[in-house]
Nanobody, 122 residues
Framework: EVQLVESGGGLVQAGGSLRLSCAASGFAFDDYAIGWFRQAPGKEREGISCISNDDGSTYYADSVKGRFTISSDNARNTVNLQMNSLNAEDTAVYYC???????????????WGQGTQVTVSS
């Protein structure tokens, strides 16, 4: 059974940083792509980043490019999302997602974590 557990969310001031982690289990981590979605109140879910563990390729949405960095620790089956220069627009619930397709299929990733809240105060 695929399990994804997010951690690292919290309250931060605008301009600050947070690091989200996603601990994965129940599947062949090296063969999967792991991504992050977020959903702000009243807005649609947005796929913001992804990393393919088989070739290391990454994807970033324009809204986070240059501020967020995704990385994978294959020894610990963990994917991290380093978020810098946070602003109020980044306030959302952040979800870790996984699938055995490439990051091109991010909108259709089947497995989701429970989410972690990120709140940026201005």
């Amino acid at each position: 059974e695929v399990q994804l557990v997010e951690s690292g969310g919290g309250l931060v001031q605008a301009g600050g940083s947070l690091r989200l982690s996603c601990a994965a289990s129940g599947f062949a981590f090296d063969d999967y792509a792991i991504g992050w979605f977020r959903q702000a109140p009243g807005k649609e879910r947005e796929g913001i980043s992804c990393i393919s563990n088989d070739d290391g390729s990454t994807y970033y949405a324009d809204s986070v490019k240059g501020r967020f960095t995704i990385s994978s620790d294959n020894a610990r089956n963990t994917v991290n999302l380093q978020m810098n220069s946070l602003n109020a627009e980044d306030t959302a619930v952040y979800y870790c997602v996984a699938d055995d397709r490439s990051c091109l299929g991010l909108p259709f990733f089947a497995s989701w974590g429970q989410g972690t809240q990120v709140t940026v105060s201005s």
